[in-house]
Each structure stands twice: as C-alpha cells, then as structure tokens.
C-alpha cells in the first residue's frame, strides 16, 4: 500500500531572489538567434531593449500566492525577477533587431550589417 503523508503549513526554502533562463545562441551567415526559456510569462510581461552594443532581457515571475490554511506547499519553479544581457559585435544592425514570443520561448533576431556578411569574390 502506497500513501502520501501531507505536512502541515510548509513552505519551500526558496526566497525571492534572481534567476536565469536558459538560453541558446545560434549564428547564421545572416546573424545571430538567441532563444531564452521562459515559460508562464505573457510578451509584456518581458523586457528587451539595446543600449551601447548591448542586449538586455528581463522579467519577473511573481509566485502564486495560496491562502489555504493547513495544506501542504512546495515550491520548486523559480520565482523572482531575472536578467540576462548580451554584450553584441559592432557589426550587428540595431535598427533590424526583431522578438517573438510563443509557447514559453522568446527568440530575438539580431541582423548583421551588410558589409559583415560572408560575400563571394569574383577572381577576374
């Protein structure tokens, strides 16, 4: 016989506090991809901005609240706010930087400038 023993009012040890997101970084001849993990988030609730060559993502994750006196509680999906900046090569095009978001992923595109892409010469 299995059974689960329930503990009284407990709460997980984690307190607020910083997280990141996992992300991936992929280069074409075109530019770059970054993808970050961050599931539960709608698109406004996330931030992302360049300033000085630098790309900054951030959010926060409010955890839910649950007023049930007596009932078990564990927490184990992060909470908190969360910051992730990538410095970028001066051959990239800031003016072309695009995001979407769908089902928990936030891809940006970031654009290299023309005279940065990979060109074939023409021997005469």
């Keep these: 016989m299995t059974y689960v023993r329930l503990i009284p009012r407990t709460e997980s ?5 910083t997280w990141n997101p996992a992300a991936d970084i992929v280069e074409s ?4 991809t970054i993808t970050l ?3 539960g988030f709608t698109k406004d609730e996330l931030k992302v901005k ?3 060559n630098v790309l900054y993502v951030s959010g926060e994750r409010k955890r839910e609240v649950v007023n ?3 009932h078990f509680r564990y927490f184990e999906r992060p909470y908190g706010s969360f910051s992730r900046s990538f410095r970028l090569p ?3 095009d ?3 930087i695009k995001g979407t978001y769908e089902n928990g992923v936030l891809s940006v595109e970031l654009k290299k400038k023309e005279e940065a892409k990979p060109h074939t010469i023409t021997i005469k």
Excluded: A, L, M, Q
């Design 29 to 32: 001849n075109d530019g770059f």
């Design 13 to 17: 040890r984690r307190t607020e506090k």
């Design 94 to 96: 800031g003016e072309s």
């Design 50 to 52: 360049v300033h000085e």
């Design 68 to 70: 049930d006196s007596g």
């Design 37 to 39: 993990d961050v599931p």
């Design 90 to 92: 001066e051959y990239i």
